[in-house]
């Protein structure tokens, strides 16, 4: 036994921007067709911010929403932590900028970068803090804009992604609810395989950065897509496990929103039917840390999953990383 309090989602909030770029609209971009595109990925629209809007934009709206649906002020947030693949500039944080804009005075903050595995890394680096009793209402925002990193002329990446936010509080819940089980993982020897390799120290943005298109994802889809299958199913196998639960007790499964050949896959490796499996990937693409909130709080809204239901949200992403969680909702 340990002294360590219980911590649980207390509400969900998300947003998505309101342009939507069809499938159809990218035909005429690029030599791509929705027919190529839905089979190979489930995707038939992504939301695009407009331009001027970035990063803390989105994940502040999604953070309101949280905390309106908790009934907590932001002066009552002790710890904003913001995962993001494309923050709003190198420093400040996006998360400091997230707690300025919402008037979140007490808070600290901070910015995690996991790839798209940031957002349950940051539910899992926030969790701690509940445990252990030195905060009370974390706030975890996952945001991105995977546009603004997106070459719009390489088919083989600008048909996968797209923009949005989620955020989550995190608060003491009753003993034997909330987050039963947390795992996460790494394997820094496959960072070749998904990148953005300008604008850091190692290639720093100058003339030849922009002419050599250092600045947009590069990704070797056929290795992600197999470590990704196979990292569904370890992560989601290991997190139940850690749960004392059963893969049939689990009511909903939440995956990364990346490929619906990729959830499938996972699914079928875990023997779960496709019904006990939330998926919304065909309206959104891949939106990076804005994924799996957004697709909590769809699943929430839609009725998929109730009070008492037993779900694990999973997720992989660059890194590579990976990481899972068994939650009591
Ligand atoms: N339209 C038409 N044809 C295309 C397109 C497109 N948009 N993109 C690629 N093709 C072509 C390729 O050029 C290739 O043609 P070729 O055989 O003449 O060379 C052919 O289609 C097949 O390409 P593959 O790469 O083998 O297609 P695959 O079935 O593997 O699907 C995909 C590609 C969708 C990218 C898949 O590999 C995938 O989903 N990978 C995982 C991606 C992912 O999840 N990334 C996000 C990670 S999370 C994060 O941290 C950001």
Do not use: R, Y
């Given at each position: 036994m340990n002294n360590l309090r219980s911590v649980g989602i207390a509400s969900v909030g998300a947003y998505t921007p309101a342009k939507r770029l069809t499938n159809f609209d990218l035909e005429k971009m690029i030599d791509t067709s929705d027919e190529w595109i839905r089979t190979r990925t489930g995707i038939k629209e992504r939301r695009i911010v407009e331009n001027g809007v970035c990063t803390s934009d989105m994940g502040v709206i999604a953070a309101r929403m949280a905390l309106e649906r908790a009934g907590?002020?932001?002066?009552?947030?002790d710890l904003i932590i913001t995962g993001t693949?494309?923050?709003?500039?190198?420093?400040?944080s996006t998360g400091c900028i997230i707690q300025d804009k919402l008037g979140a005075s007490k808070a600290a903050a901070f910015d995690l970068e996991a790839g798209c595995t940031g957002f349950v890394y940051s539910i899992a680096v926030g969790a701690q803090f509940v445990q252990t009793g030195l905060y009370k209402n974390v706030l975890v925002v996952g945001s991105d804009t995977l546009s603004k990193v997106?070459?719009?002329?390489?088919r083989n990446t600008c048909v996968l992604f797209g923009d949005g936010a989620g955020a989550v509080l995190l608060k003491p819940v009753p003993?034997?609810?909330?987050?039963l089980s947390l795992y996460l993982g790494a394997d820094g020897?496959?960072?070749?395989?998904?990148?953005?390799?300008?604008?850091?120290?190692?290639?720093?943005?100058?003339k030849e950065s922009v002419e050599k298109k250092q600045h947009y994802i590069k990704m070797a889809g056929n290795e992600v897509f197999k470590f990704a299958t196979r990292i569904m199913e370890v992560a989601a196998l290991e997190a139940i496990k850690r749960s004392g639960l059963?893969?049939?007790?689990?009511s909903c499964f939440i995956p990364h929103q990346a490929n619906v050949r990729i959830i499938e896959a996972a699914a079928k490796r875990l023997r779960?039917?496709?019904?006990k499996v939330f998926v919304n990937v065909s309206n959104y693409g891949n939106t990076s840390n804005g994924s799996i909130p957004i697709a909590l709080f769809e699943a929430q809204e839609q009725g998929r999953i109730k009070k008492g239901d037993a779900i694990v949200i999973v997720a992989f992403g660059a890194g590579l990383t990976w990481a899972s969680s068994v939650i009591r909702w």
């Open positions: 907590v002020s932001p002066d009552e947030v693949a494309t923050p709003d500039m190198f420093f400040p997106t070459d719009w002329t390489d003993e034997g609810t909330g987050i020897s496959g960072g070749e395989l998904l990148k953005i390799p300008g604008g850091g120290s190692k290639h720093p943005a100058n059963t893969v049939e007790d689990v779960i039917p496709m019904d």
